[in-house]
């Protein structure tokens, strides 16, 4: 089987939210086109409200996008959705876990919804790489915040996905644990993995990202490799406002 070069490719991707009785049509996507190379880490970077989270939305089957073609791993969403879903892991921004499950059950459950079959779940060796396998059997509202974020990654990758999307992972996690779940992410790559991260911190794109896309107001701005794009930030301006007159 001959593997895709781009993991995702995304053409004219537009999407628009109707009118309401209270709020306007809003435009949120106005025609993205990205290609993420096969095994990379790509970096979406971009202030909130920027449109990073409809597209991932977009590519997990969670929002229907209004025009535009969208490819996963060489499927279409449209023409093969099942197939395409497969294809992806998500880490939403949000935590979203079963507060009376252990992590055990949580994955086990998980990869049953992808039809792994028992001998082939990967449940204890994901919890250990995530430095959870001491709590596996514990309740999940045991854990702390941020050992919920790691038990949400394990998630995403219980059906062995080619392509790990991961919105935000670290926003509101100690320092020691975006260190370890860095270590985790470039670990992954190095096995073939490529990882889609959005981050509001430059310092973690460049500390993992081969290439950054920048999306303000629904557009891509930039999309180039890491290092040419942060050659073109080596100044900046400050400009302080005072409250009152001086």
């Given amino acids: 089987m001959t593997l ?3 993991a995702i490719e995304v053409q004219g991707l537009i999407k628009t939210y109707p009118a309401t009785k209270t709020t306007a049509e809003m435009q949120a996507l106005k025609g993205i086109d990205l290609k993420i190379p096969r095994g990379s880490i790509f970096g979406l970077l971009g202030p909130n409200g920027a449109g ?3 597209m991932i939305n977009i590519l997990a089957g969670l929002t229907k996008k209004t025009s535009g073609k969208v490819r996963i791993w060489d499927r279409d969403i449209d023409e093969r959705p099942r197939d395409a879903r497969a ?11 079963d507060p009376f499950f252990t ?5 086990e ?4 919804m992808y039809g792994v079959p028992p001998a082939e779940r990967r449940t204890m ?12 059997n514990a309740y999940v509202r045991q854990l702390s915040g941020g ?3 790691r038990l949400m990654v394990a998630k995403a990758m219980t059906h062995n996905p080619p392509v790990l999307i991961l919105d935000e992972p670290t926003a509101g996690v100690d320092v020691e644990l975006r260190r370890q779940l860095w270590r985790y992410v470039l670990e992954l790559n190095r096995k073939g993995v490529t990882i889609v991260l959005t981050t509001h911190y430059l310092e973690e794109a460049q500390e993992l990202c081969d290439q950054i896309a920048i999306i303000n107001r629904g557009q891509v701005v930039a999309c180039e490799p890491t290092a040419t794009l942060l050659g073109r930030l080596d100044t900046r301006a ?3 406002t005072p409250e009152s007159p001086l």
């Fill in 52 to 54: 990073k989270s409809t």
């Fill in 87 to 97: 294809a992806i892991g998500v880490v939403p921004q949000e935590i979203s876990v």
């Fill in 109 to 112: 459950v998980q990869a049953g």
């Fill in 125 to 136: 060796e994901l919890l250990n790489a995530l430095g959870l396998g001491d709590k596996a």
């Fill in 103 to 107: 992590p055990r059950e949580s994955l």
């Fill in 4 to 6: 895709p070069d781009y």
């Fill in 147 to 149: 050992m919920k974020r």
């Fill in 238 to 240: 400050v400009v302080v």
